[in-house]
Structures are given as structure tokens and as C-alpha cells.
């Protein structure tokens, strides 16, 4: 069961990954599949029904407008973030679905798209079921499908048991657990990049790698550049202010200031910039949710200003530790808030970030594991209680303190030896543990913790 540092990282639309991103892809498979089988012709309606936290928070979550454009044939890697509201009201207000954007449907939003608060399905907690109807009302084709955290999405017969999208391919150095990454690298002499950069040219070669990686951190320095421009309100009426613009104007005014805290203040302004485009439904880099988007291209923006001789092959260098601690949290445990709380998305992102600044700052495959270990250790137990079901409180600050955790987790590590006494998949295991304990209102269901408790105005 293979996964790719591109699988942990992948270019989509906020505020969601789990929520806004898989929906999205499920009802683009579900649309591509009636044109692949021969029913979009005789289809006259598509109806979609949101379960479990889709259906607790996808409305403030955007999953209702992400199943009608999926429908529509739009991609979350490409389609224009700047329209895709305006898409969904027109669908709405003509009555009218474009699916796989030529075959025209009848449309009735309330109808048609249903988010059931209180019901579930049985594998996952992000379930979701499409159908498809004819003229006569018949059902033409019904699939469902899981959402399970990431942007990844599986097929409704998938077992509760499964957390990634199987893949059969042969790896030179294939690990499931952090204890056989550190064997494989001290018996072949080589960092955990190498042994990342060694599987993934099974799938495509080291040039064409570099340039996809690359390319994601060109989305994530545009993302932050979009986040420090854009001023005024985020949507979804909590009227939370983008505090991104201001932080950066001050940052950049204050140039002889000679805090020794000011590296800090730069990493809260990163995190917040990318949170806060996530918020408002912009272009962000999946690391590895949407939730948790921040904190990887903070601590990456951390090492390109301010660690002397940063450059490329540290950027690709970073983003391959980084995923090899991320594929360990998916196989083992989960990237999902739905379903182990916000320690498997923030939690798990600290402890990506940590694991790929201390590979840059030349640490030794067991302090990458040390550092890994230190971030999500002090994650345990994180909630996942989102105000009015939005992505914004507590999550935009959130990334901003798991991002300054993670740089002190990477520098805490490099001052030993790499020996502890808690391993990193000892941690994952606790986490996973943990989130099966957790109470399902803390698990992005808006029904418990700070979601009821902030009186929203």
C-alpha cells in the first residue's frame, strides 16, 4: 500500500479537505462515472445526501457548494476560487446543473442536496451518497463514498478499516512504521528524504519530482502573498477580521526593530495568511488537510528567511521528510478531525513541519523521529470544535501556535542525540487510541466544546 509525498500534498480550494476538497472529488467521480457508464444522457435529476460531520458542519464547510461543482465536472486543483460561489447560486437561482459541465439536469438545492445532522454511515464519519435519477424518477445509479481526511477519498465498499486509497506499487524501501524508516536508513547509510526521493522515482523521475514539489511551494508563497493583501471580513458571519494584512504591514514598517522575538512574529503572519485565504475559500496546499494548511509553509517560509544557505533542494528536501511523517499518521492512524479531532490535523501537521525543518537543519534520522515525536506528542487530546461549523475559530490562531511548536520541536531535537524515551510511533498509536475515546461532539461536529460555548454574534 503505497503513498506518494504528492498524495500528502496536493493543490485545492478552502476552507476543507475533508469537507470541501473530497466532496468535490467524490461528485467529479460520481458524474465522470454516469458519462463512463452510459447514463448521463437518460439522467434528468443528481441528487447528493451529506452524512455524519459532512452533515453537522458542511454547510459553514462549503461541502454543499463542493458536491454541485464536482457535479459539474470541476476539479478542486483548478477550478476559479474566485467564481465558484457564483456558480453554485446561479445552479440554484436557474434551477439548472451543468453535470460534467454539457448535460443539463433539473435542480432544486433544497431538494437535492441534503446534509443530515444526526445520521451516519457506517465506515467513516465524512460519508456521502450520490444518485442519479431519470425521467420517471427511477434511480439510474447510486454511489456513496468516504471522505476520509486529506482530500483522500475511498468508494462506499471500502472497509472501516481501510485509511488510504490502495495502491499495489512495488517500493525499493516500503515502511509502515517510523521504527522500520529508521532501520532502513541506518542500514542503507541514508537521510529520510533519501529514502522518500528514492521511493517515489518508482513513479516519476527526479526532475519531473522537483518541479511538482516546486510547484507546491509556489502555491504556498502565493497563497501567503494573497493572505498579507487581502483585507476586510472573512465570510460565514462570525465577522472575524483577516488579521494577516496588518501584522505584515507592521513587520515590513518596523525593519530596525531588534526584537529577538521578531522570527516568531513572522511565522504567526505566514500561518494566519494561508488560514485565513483556507477561511475565505482560496487556493491552498492540502498539508496534509486544509484545517492544518498553515503550519507546513510557515515553518517552510521560517527556514527559506531566516536559516543562512536555505535554497531549493532544502525546500524538496523538507517536503519529503515532512510526507514520510505524514504517510506513518495516515496507514497508522488518521489526518481526518472527523474522526480522531483536530490532534490528527493540526497535531499531525506540527509533527510533519518539525520532522521536515530538523532534516534541513541537519538533523540525523532519529532526531527527524525525535522532532516528529515532540510535535505531535504535545497535540495529544486536540479537539476539534469549530465555531458555527467554520473553519476559523479556533483553527486560523491554531496554525500559528502549531507552527511556532513545530520549530521549537525541530530545534529541541537537534540538541540531543535523537534518543527518547517515547517513541513516534508509540505517539501515533496514542493518538489514534485517544481519538476513538474522544466524545463524538469534539470530533468537527460543532456540538460540543468552544463551538457551544462563544456566543456568536
Not at 478499516?161 to 541506518?186: H, M, N, Q, S, Y
Request: some cysteine.
Amino acid at each position: 500500500m503505497a503513498l506518494s509525498v504528492l498524495d500528502l500534498f496536493s493543490v485545492g480550494i478552502g476552507p476543507s479537505s475533508s469537507h470541501t476538497v473530497g466532496p468535490m472529488r467524490a461528485a467529479k467521480l460520481f458524474a465522470d462515472g454516469l458519462k463512463g457508464d452510459g447514463h448521463l444522457s437518460a439522467t434528468k435529476r443528481v441528487q447528493a445526501e451529506l452524512f455524519g460531520s459532512l452533515g453537522a458542519t458542511g454547510h459553514g464547510h462549503g461541502s454543499d457548494k463542493a458536491v454541485v461543482l464536482g457535479f459539474k465536472g470541476l476539479d478542486p486543483e483548478t477550478v476559479d476560487t474566485a467564481t465558484a460561489d457564483d456558480q453554485v447560486a446561479a445552479a440554484a437561482l436557474d434551477a439548472e446543473l451543468w453535470v460534467c459541465g454539457d448535460h443539463r439536469v433539473d435542480f432544486n438545492w433544497d431538494e437535492d442536496v441534503v446534509l443530515h445532522r444526526r445520521k451516519s454511515l457506517p465506515a467513516h464519519p465524512n460519508g456521502m451518497t450520490f444518485r442519479a435519477l431519470d425521467h420517471g424518477g427511477a434511480v439510474l445509479s447510486e454511489r456513496s463514498f468516504y471522505s476520509i481526511g486529506g482530500g483522500f477519498v475511498v468508494d462506499g465498499d471500502v472497509d472501516a478499516g481501510d485509511r488510504v486509497v490502495a495502491d499495489a506499487t512495488v517500493l525499493p524501501f516500503p515502511f509502515t512504521t517510523a521504527d522500520e524508516l529508521l532501520e532502513i536508513c541506518k542500514r542503507e547509510g541514508m537521510s529520510i528524504s533519501d529514502v522518500m526521493l528514492a521511493n517515489e522515482l518508482v513513479w516519476r523521475s527526479e526532475a519531473e519530482l522537483r518541479e511538482k514539489l516546486l510547484a507546491l511551494w509556489a502555491v504556498m508563497r502565493e497563497c501567503v502573498d494573497n493572505g498579507c493583501a487581502a483585507e476586510g471580513i472573512l465570510p460565514g458571519g462570525l465577522n472575524v477580521r483577516r488579521r494577516a494584512p496588518s501584522l505584515f504591514q507592521t513587520l515590513t514598517a518596523d525593519t530596525g526593530v531588534t526584537d529577538p522575538l521578531r522570527a516568531m512574529e513572522w511565522v504567526n503572519l505566514f500561518a494566519l495568511a494561508v488560514n485565513e485565504e483556507n477561511a475565505a475559500g482560496g487556493r491552498i496546499v492540502t498539508a496534509p488537510t486544509n484545517g492544518a494548511a498553515g503550519i507546513v509553509p510557515a515553518v517552510l517560509h521560517y527556514y527559506v528567511k531566516f536559516v543562512p544557505g536555505a535554497n531549493d533542494d532544502g525546500v524538496v528536501r523538507f517536503l519529503l521528510a515532512a510526507a514520510a511523517v505524514g504517510i506513518l499518521f495516515k496507514i497508522n492512524a488518521s489526518i481526518s478531525g472527523a474522526e480522531v479531532g483536530c490532534q490528527g490535523e493540526v497535531g499531525s501537521a506540527c509533527s510533519m513541519a518539525a520532522a521536515g525543518l530538523c532534516e534541513v537543519l541537519g538533523g540525523t534520522p532519529e532526531q527527524v523521529e525525535n522532532a516528529a515525536e515532540v510535535g505531535i506528542e504535545h497535540n495529544l487530546g486536540l479537539t476539534c470544535d469549530p465555531v458555527g461549523g467554520l473553519v476559523q475559530i479556533p483553527c486560523i490562531e491554531r496554525n500559528a501556535i502549531a507552527s511556532v511548536k513545530a520549530i521549537n520541536a525541530a530545534r529541541l531535537s537537534l540538541h540531543g542525540d535523537g534518543s527518547h524515551k517515547v517513541s513516534l510511533d508509540k505517539a501515533i498509536k496514542t493518538m489514534r487510541e485517544t481519538g476513538a475515546d474522544m466524545k463524538t461532539k469534539y470530533k468537527e461536529t460543532s456540538r460540543g466544546g468552544l463551538a457551544v460555548n462563544v456566543i456568536e454574534c
